[in-house]
């Protein structure tokens, strides 16, 4: 299949607010000291999207992505703002996706609606396990029996729906991650993303990790929850499309695919990234955290330019990831300019070849891509074929 680099403009929005913060995450997430002012918030993002605006000019928009934090936790009025400022200041393709992430301890069937009234078309839950002991072991402030309800509800007021699970976690055995995904499961809709728990720096996690009390799980019984995850989620009818994603086809995260195919977005609200290509070329740019000084007036988010070479090496860890790879066509439509016509120019040549001969990755005119086998030692797998300097060819 032929494909054209990804040319519409994406939004992400950040809402850096949780009602408590899970043990695992390090996300730019805070438990506000006292109540917000909706308005402020409001008033904020419509300054720095139309700030956003001048840099970019016109574009067609192909979504808005609201993540956190907690979205689920904004006023419905904060989030209409938002998308009506979005839809003012780009120009929207007709089937625009607005996905917003919920907590399930924090909406009601009548919030939901709103949401939707909002302007949101896309909802991803954070049902993170069906099972109820683990559940609150992750520090999660909603029950299994809440996780379901807001489901059931969402799949009466979305059209699109996801949720996201964590798995491997401590004492998991695939046994019970196989019965836990398959009840998951009848609660689904087009798209699951599923993450391996990871241990991140700083959090109560990691210090529990460190000082004994909590073991992780064993890189053999990780490896054999990840290849029953993607069988059974391929079994389901949602296979994987990216490491963590899995979605009926034509159902993936169209924010999320567009960005890992190297797309631009716009980041808005405090610690939001962004990917800009504008006349001096392309930027990573970059939101200071702190929300209260952001909701006073946003200031601009540094722009750090991306060299060619830094921009295709992004492009190729990312579309790594991908079931689909890297491909060569878009690739080149990409980079060609840059002197970078083909995605094995940039790979360590001998790794490259070692991959394919071990049935790690395939590599041809069309792209290269991770095997079955290759995907489960994806990170290393990157770290080798990316490692070192460009190979002229
Ligand atoms: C911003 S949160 C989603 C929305 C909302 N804040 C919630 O948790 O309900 C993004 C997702 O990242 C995943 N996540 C965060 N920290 C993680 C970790 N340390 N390991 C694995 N997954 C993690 C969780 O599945 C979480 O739902
Ligand atoms: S996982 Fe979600 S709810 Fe929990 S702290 Fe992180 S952003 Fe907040």
């Keep these: 299949m032929t494909q054209s680099p990804e040319t519409a ?6 809402w850096p607010y949780c009602r408590a913060k899970c043990g695992y995450c390090d996300f730019a997430s805070f438990v506000p000291k006292r109540a917000w002012d909706a308005a402020a918030w409001g008033a904020a993002y419509e300054a720095d999207i139309a700030a956003l605006r001048g840099r970019t000019g016109s574009r067609e928009l192909g979504s808005v992505f609201f993540g ?41 069937k009548a919030g ?12 991803s839950v954070g049902a993170q396990s069906f099972d109820p002991e683990d559940l609150a072991r992750l520090g999660r402030i909603h029950s299994v029996d809440e996780t379901k309800r807001v489901l059931d509800w969402a799949h009466h007021i979305f059209d699109r729906l996801s949720f996201d699970l964590i798995t491997a976690r401590p004492g998991l055995t695939p046994a019970a991650w196989r019965a836990e995904l398959a009840e998951a499961l009848e609660f689904a809709g087009e798209h699951v993303s599923i993450y391996q728990l990871t241990v991140e720096d700083g959090t109560p996690l990691s210090r529990d990790v460190a000082a004994g009390r909590v073991t992780m799980l064993d890189e053999d019984t990780e490896a054999e929850i990840f290849e029953d995850t993607r069988q059974i989620m391929a079994e389901a009818g949602r296979p994987a499309y990216e490491v963590s994603n899995f979605a009926r086809p034509g159902a993936e995260c169209r924010h999320n695919l567009a960005i890992w195919r190297g797309a631009d977005y716009g980041g808005v609200g405090p610690a939001a990234h962004g990917r800009l290509t504008l006349e001096e070329g392309r930027f990573a740019t ?24 830094e921009r295709a090496r992004e492009h190729l860890m ?26 094995r120019e940039l790979m360590n040549p001998d790794a490259l070849a070692e991959a394919v001969g071990l049935g790690l990755i395939e590599s041809g005119e069309d792209g290269v891509r ?18 070192g300097e460009r190979t002229p060819r």
């Design 286 to 309: 970059r939101h200071a955290p702190d929300p209260a000084a952001w909701v006073k007036g946003p200031p601009p988010p540094r722009l750090e330019p991306l060299s060619a070479e």
């Design 318 to 343: 990312m579309a790594l990831r991908l079931t689909e790879g890297a491909r060569a066509e878009p690739f080149r439509l990409r980079f060609a300019a840059d002197g970078m016509a083909d995605p």
């Design 370 to 387: 991770a095997t079955e086998q290759g995907v489960m030692l994806l990170n290393t797998l990157t770290a080798r074929l990316l490692d």
């Design 9 to 14: 403009f994406h939004l992400y929005v950040h």
């Design 68 to 108: 956190g934090g907690t979205p689920s936790l904004a006023e419905p009025a904060v989030i209409g703002r938002v998308v009506e400022a979005a839809l003012r200041a780009w120009e929207p393709r007709a089937d625009l996706e607005v996905t917003l992430e919920a907590n399930p301890g924090t909406v009601d």
């Design 112 to 123: 939901l609606r709103a949401l939707r009234d909002a302007g949101v078309n896309r909802l």
